[in-house]
């Protein structure tokens, strides 16, 4: 079984345009994110969404937002697409807040976007 | 701001030991250094965590001094199958502070 699961896996648009990625987790994990990876391999927070509190890095454009209709799904909408966004997009889950105490963050596999 | 930094790439032979170190210029007290491994085209897998001192698990050795600035990754005799991307990362997600490194793209050979 799959704990952390994208769709699409693949996800090619047009400037200007509004898409959808969704992520699922089948854990029971409290605590979800999404990440951005770029094209030289940097991995940069985006959100994490904590028991319905979200934690915006502030480097984010506000064009992005997590949409998290119940605790095993964080869905990531993205306005006015850009040239820029085109990345690759990873969710993750973890037990607990990552980083103050043992805890796994786990990955899904990525949705790659490209922007035309 | 949290920032880590290590090497961009290493080469390694089969059967060697390997070391990874990466730097935590502004790492805060309570934060926990992880390190993560990543193949191509898959998500980060997670490896090892730590806070101070050694931490050891069946796959690798978490080396963190006193000063918690810097930390080392070990990895026991690699294999081919290790070649892959290693992040070091620390912050908290709790202030949206988690900071991966670029990266270290390990290149084990035969």
């Known amino acids: 079984d799959t704990a952390v699961s994208q769709t699409p896996k693949y996800l090619v648009t047009q400037m200007g345009n509004d898409k959808s990625i969704k992520c699922e987790q089948n854990?029971?994990?409290?605590?979800m994110y999404w990440y951005k990876q770029d094209s030289k391999k940097f991995l940069k927070i985006m959100f994490s969404y904590n028991n319905k509190e979200l934690i915006i890095n502030e480097t984010v454009p506000n064009r992005f937002s997590p949409k998290s209709p119940d605790k095993a799904h964080l869905n990531l909408h993205i306005n006015s697409l850009e040239l820029g966004d085109s990345a690759v997009y990873f969710c993750?889950?973890?037990?607990?807040?990552?980083?103050?105490?043992?805890?796994?963050?786990?990955f899904g596999p990525g949705t790659r976007l490209t922007v035309l | 701001l949290a920032k880590t930094t290590q090497p961009i790439s290493m080469d390694s032979y089969e059967g060697q030991e390997v070391n990874i170190t990466c730097s935590h210029n502004n790492i805060a007290t309570n934060d926990y250094i992880t390190w993560y491994q990543q193949f191509p085209s898959q998500g980060p897998r997670f490896i090892i965590q730590g806070y101070k001192t050694k931490v050891t698990n069946e796959v690798a050795s978490l080396f963190i001094p006193a000063d918690r600035k810097s930390s080392t990754l070990s990895l026991p005799r690699v294999s081919l199958s290790d070649t892959a991307v290693y992040y070091c990362l620390d912050g908290s997600s709790n202030t949206g502070k988690l900071i991966f490194g670029q990266g270290t793209t390990l290149q084990v050979k035969p």
């Open positions: 854990l029971g994990h409290d605590t």
């Open positions: 993750a889950s973890s037990r607990e807040l990552a980083g103050v105490a043992y805890n796994e963050q786990f």
